[in-house]
């Protein structure tokens, strides 16, 4: 079979341990950041399946009408927005998803909170252009962290605080807040205290019809001018420009982002990233080897059961697949 793994940013794919589960099948693989549907149905077109790295490319009725020849769609981690799975279903190509792994999204997000509020950036920036201690920052033992969207990495955070020694504050469905308490932690009584009193916030919530654009410009007008935003699940949840306006207001302070409206984000005169009171990196919040092992693994996994015959768990259970 044809196997072809689009967008693979880094040129990493090949070195993975786990590649060898696609020996025997004709593999190709493309690495720059290409949507453009004319090119994608080109290279796409003598595909029996293709590996999907999260969200990276996207999937329509339109371009499924110029594959004739696929039949499986391997997707890293869950199904998100950028694939029609309606229009699969319609079109007879299956769907199979992955796993996802909370560790590194959370490491990165803790990560983004230390550098942001001890100012390691521009600190760093001035020491290699010969300047020294230009800045001062801040620790974080004794700041409160709101946490909105108590998940496994929610989890993870509130665990880390507790070893920097600062409380945890929860916002979200009733279940999150209760399962909060029960580990220890403050659920916040309303929606608008648990902006107007968290010091950083971190979001942690999966996106979906339900949290698009959940958070507001009159939620970030609630926040402290000291206070720290953290984003590292997905841009789509804070309202268009609510963000640039708020910081631009001074509320919240800071922001550290890993996501963006539109990715690969490749404009370095894009408003966030000239901001001086933002710190961005590029969506690294699942890249790491370990990561790239268990999201690949269980893809190429999947594409060999599929193509062998073998039971097969579809997130379109009601398609009807292609003839080989």
Not at 255 to 267: C, G, K, Q, R, S
Not at 273 to 281: A, D, F
Request: hydrophobic share 40%; glycine share 8%; net charge negative.
């Amino acid at each position: 079979m044809h196997i072809v793994i689009p967008d693979d940013y880094q040129n990493v794919t090949r070195s993975l341990d786990c590649f060898d589960r696609l020996d025997g099948h004709q593999v190709t693989v493309y690495h720059e950041a290409e949507q453009d549907p004319n090119i994608l149905a080109e290279r796409f077109a003598d595909a029996d399946a293709l590996v999907l790295t999260r969200e990276r490319t996207i999937i329509d009725e339109a371009l499924l009408a110029r594959l004739p020849r696929l039949k499986l769609i391997s997707q890293t981690g869950k199904v998100s927005a950028h694939l029609d799975l309606a229009a699969c279903t319609r079109n007879g190509v299956a769907v199979m998803e992955g796993r996802g792994s909370p560790i590194a999204p959370a490491e990165l997000t803790w990560t983004l909170i230390l550098m942001a509020r001890r100012a390691l950036f521009p600190a760093m920036q001035a020491l290699y252009a010969g300047q020294w201690q230009i800045n001062l920052g801040e620790r974080l033992c004794g700041q409160t962290l709101g946490i909105w969207g108590y998940g496994k990495i929610g989890q993870r955070l509130a665990r880390y605080a507790q070893a920097f020694e600062m409380p945890v504050m929860v916002w979200g469905s009733e279940t999150s807040r209760e399962a909060a308490r029960r580990d220890g932690h403050q659920a916040a009584a309303s929606r608008q205290a648990f902006f107007s009193e968290v010091d950083v916030l971190s979001l942690n919530l999966r996106l979906s019809d339900s949290t698009l654009h959940i958070v507001t410009g009159e939620d970030l007008a609630l926040m402290k001018p000291t206070s720290l935003l953290v984003n590292t699940s997905r841009a789509q949840l804070i309202a268009p420009g609510a963000l640039l306006d708020g910081l631009n207001q001074g509320r919240p302070g800071f922001a550290a982002l890993d996501v963006f409206e539109d990715e690969p984000l490749t404009d370095p005169q894009d408003p966030l990233l000239q901001h001086p009171k933002v710190l961005c990196t590029p969506h690294l919040g699942y890249v790491e080897r370990q990561g790239y092992e268990l999201y690949f693994g269980d893809a190429f996994a999947n594409v060999r059961t599929f193509f062998a015959g073998g039971p097969c768990e579809l997130a379109n259970p009601e398609v009807l697949p292609r003839k080989a």
